[in-house]
């Protein structure tokens, strides 16, 4: 079985690498996948967020999902360990959150409710957990998705200066 499973992770490694654009040593030193915070109330943590005049980004993701641990180890977890208040919610998790509208429902039905069909999918949130800039659906083309995620970061804070 291990002779079976090495090739394979071997493989998936190296498509990480391409999508990524890095080396399969630096790809392979990523195998080690470390989701971003949680939460259990969205209030709670879009106050925070707002208190600092930033967007609450929500990353919705799915176990298993290579693009998910690309655009999350590359692109948000270095924001968010630069102080950009980042979430991460699971499509087909069944642990509870308070939404924004008082309701409590699994990470799975916030997902759905919010007509979510596609991981990743990255949102950024404002004043009563309304969208504030445009979300970014899958992980797009390596080269190009840093800048797409900048390019709505600076829409959602502007939306939140207005």
């Known amino acids: 079985m291990n002779s079976i499973a090495t090739p394979r992770r071997r493989l998936l490694h190296g498509l990480l690498a391409g999508l990524a654009g890095v080396s399969l040593p630096v790809a392979q030193a990523l195998a080690a996948d470390s989701p971003l915070p949680s939460t259990t109330s969205l209030p709670e943590a879009l106050a925070k967020a707002l208190h600092t005049k930033q967007p609450l980004v929500v990353m919705v993701s799915l176990h298993g999902c290579p693009f ?20 991460q919610l699971d499509m087909r998790d069944t642990r509870l959150v308070l939404d924004t ?6 990470q799975d039905a916030w997902i759905k409710k919010r007509g979510i069909k596609l991981a990743p999918t990255v949102l950024f949130l404002g004043p009563q957990g309304r969208e504030v800039a445009e979300r970014l659906k899958g992980a797009y083309l390596p080269d190009f998705y840093g800048a797409y995620l900048d390019e709505q970061l600076a829409v959602a804070r502007r939306a939140l200066q207005a």
Do not use: H, I, M, Q
Request: charged share 25%; proline share 8%.
């Open 68 to 87: 998910c641990k690309v655009v999350r180890e590359n692109y948000l977890r270095p924001l968010f360990e630069a102080g950009l208040p980042v979430v």
């Open 101 to 106: 509208d008082g309701s409590t429902v699994t």
